[in-house]
């Protein structure tokens, strides 16, 4: 079977009223990376879409849609109707051969008088052949109104595209709502406007998905250590919940990653949530290993959990 393109299957989808769903994963032997499946303009599965992510290939996209197609034609066929007979026209009858003309006249028959008068018989009556007879009429049939086509269903909007870009002042109020979902985390934009400032100042970095809206967050941080050098840290990861397993993720740390190896690092760690067991099943996916534990204490409070207090002389 022919190779086609992506836009090629979307618009034989499109054709036949359904929609082309492509998995999000960008790289190769990663989840359903490369698998498609088909939706009515309902939303409604219809091939390859399962509770694990896309199972059908472009091979098995294109055998649907055509043999949805050729369903589509013989029903169309189906519901046409035959093609009446063509009307004939009465052909103007023929003199007949076998018939004397009308203004042929006998010769006249010498009568002798003084014979008897004798009636003549009248001879058997002629049958008429077969020219003469008449041809059998022809019946009319009606044409047949053409069933009434349904009308065409509108077709879907088209889903927009993930755009990755670096975060800017005016995403504080996105970042404020994506900051919620995490455990023991609340700030408004204000707060959000001054960490990214002092962010920047501290060469920190961060890139926003974006699908219309902003759905996804992520950031890092250079860390200067003296016996491993510069360390590339994703200090967080946050895809909103109506929009993961559709590789958001994947692409923002793909982003973080080649930021980081421009700054100089040769090595990326990232910080997961101890009580998100799915954060930490995502790293292990994208080959991140558990290399240590991560120990945190609020600065001033004592091992009593007690505040300290500082002095300075």
């Known amino acids: 079977m022919a190779e086609v393109s992506d836009d090629e299957l979307r618009e034989m989808a499109q054709h ?32 390859g879409i399962g509770d694990d992510g896309l199972t059908a290939s472009a091979d ?6 055509r043999s949805s197609e050729q369903s589509t034609w013989k029903q169309s066929a189906d519901a046409t109707p035959d093609r009446p007979a063509p009307r004939e026209k009465p052909r103007p009858p023929k003199p007949e051969e076998d018939e004397e003309p009308i203004r042929r006249r006998a010769k006249p028959v010498l009568r002798d008088r003084s014979a008897p008068h004798r009636r003549e018989e009248p001879g058997p009556a002629r049958k008429p052949s077969k020219k003469a007879r008449s041809k059998p009429s022809l019946r009319l049939v009606p044409k047949a109104e053409p069933a009434p086509q349904p009308d065409p269903e509108p077709m879907p909007a088209p889903e927009p595209e993930l755009r990755i870009r670096a975060v800017t002042a005016n995403d504080a109020g996105s970042l404020a709502a994506l900051f919620a ?71 923002m740390l793909a982003a973080a990653e080649t930021a980081l190896a421009k700054a100089g690092c040769r090595q990326i760690e990232a910080m997961s949530d101890i009580t998100i067991d799915n954060s930490h099943n995502f790293f292990r996916s994208l080959k991140f290993e558990q290399a240590s534990y991560r120990f945190v204490r609020t600065i001033g409070e004592g091992a009593s959990g007690e505040r300290v207090r500082h002095r300075t002389n």
């Open 16 to 47: 036949r009223g359904l929609r082309l769903v492509k998995s999000r994963r960008r790289k190769p032997g990663t989840g359903d990376f490369g698998k498609y499946g088909l939706t009515d303009a309902g939303g409604k599965a219809l091939l």
């Open 60 to 65: 098995d996209i294109q055998d649907y849609l």
């Open 181 to 251: 979902l995490l455990s023991g985390v609340s700030l408004d934009s204000t707060q959000v406007a001054d960490n990214l400032a002092a962010g920047r100042k501290a060469k920190a970095g961060m890139v926003v998905a974006e699908l219309g809206d902003i759905v996804g967050c992520c950031g890092w941080a250079v860390v200067g250590t003296i016996h491993r050098g510069p360390i590339g840290r994703v200090t967080v990861l946050i895809v909103d919940k109506s929009h993961r397993r559709r590789g958001i993720g994947t692409a």
